[in-house]
């Protein structure tokens, strides 16, 4: 199906552990990025992306690493998780500057 | 420092009564103002870009305005369905492309 999706949609891991956050869109957008959503603070911004091979950070950036390989796939890596990190993300694409961007479901993350 | 503050953080409505949801912002440069709608377990869905102050844009019961220091997002007699979190956003400033959101405003329409 056409559109951004996100997998998992719910992930239980334990403190310590690595995990990886897929995204992967169907639009060929250039531009795509990584929020999480707490109680309180709204979106806040940890990665994007303007291109393959090209990230750089953004408001939360610390204790996660992101690559982009390919244009359609941005995945999102928690090196060694802690229980602050536990948190809905969400992926997000855009096909330029200034546009809207078009969100996935979201993964619910919670780290025990 | 840029920011984006949303007020009320949650409005209660009865069907048919309409009001505002207000969007400050300080952002120097402002390239983009968005407003999104985000229903409980999903991910924020678009629903208008504004770009300069004076612009107005309407989508059925929903309007959207700007000014230079904030936005308003109109709800004229809401329905139960309208009931969602409203989030604004903006870009500009020192971010460049980089969207700040506000924390939204959760929205209740009670039949």
């Known amino acids: 199906d056409a559109g951004i999706t996100q997998s998992p949609r719910y992930k239980i891991t334990e403190t310590g552990r690595q995990v990886t956050l897929m995204c992967h869109q169907t639009?060929?957008?250039?531009?795509m990025f990584w929020y999480r959503q707490d109680l309180g603070h709204g979106l806040r911004l940890i990665y994007y992306s303007a291109a393959a091979d090209i990230t750089d950070k953004g408001e939360v950036p610390d204790g996660y690493v992101v690559s982009r390989s390919k244009t359609e796939n941005f995945p999102l890596t928690l090196e060694s998780a802690t229980r602050s990190q536990t948190s809905v993300y969400f992926c997000a694409s855009s096909n330029k500057e200034n546009t809207e961007a078009f969100f996935g479901q979201g993964t619910r993350l919670t780290v025990v | 420092e840029d920011q984006v503050t949303q007020s009320p953080e949650a409005l209660r409505l009865q069907e048919g009564e309409s009001s505002s949801l207000n969007c400050s912002y300080t952002?120097?440069?402002?390239?983009?103002l968005f407003w999104y709608r985000q229903d409980p377990g999903k991910g924020p869905e678009f629903l208008f870009t504004l770009y300069s102050a004076g612009e107005e844009k309407e989508k059925e019961r929903l309007k959207a305005t700007l000014t230079k220091k904030e936005s308003f997002l109109h709800i004229t007699a809401p329905k139960p369905e309208d009931s969602a979190t409203y989030l604004c956003a903006v870009q500009g400033g020192t971010g460049g492309f980089k969207t700040i959101f506000g924390a939204g405003t959760r929205l209740f329409v009670k039949a």
């Open positions: 952002v120097s440069g402002l390239r983009g």
């Open positions: 639009w060929s957008h250039s531009y």
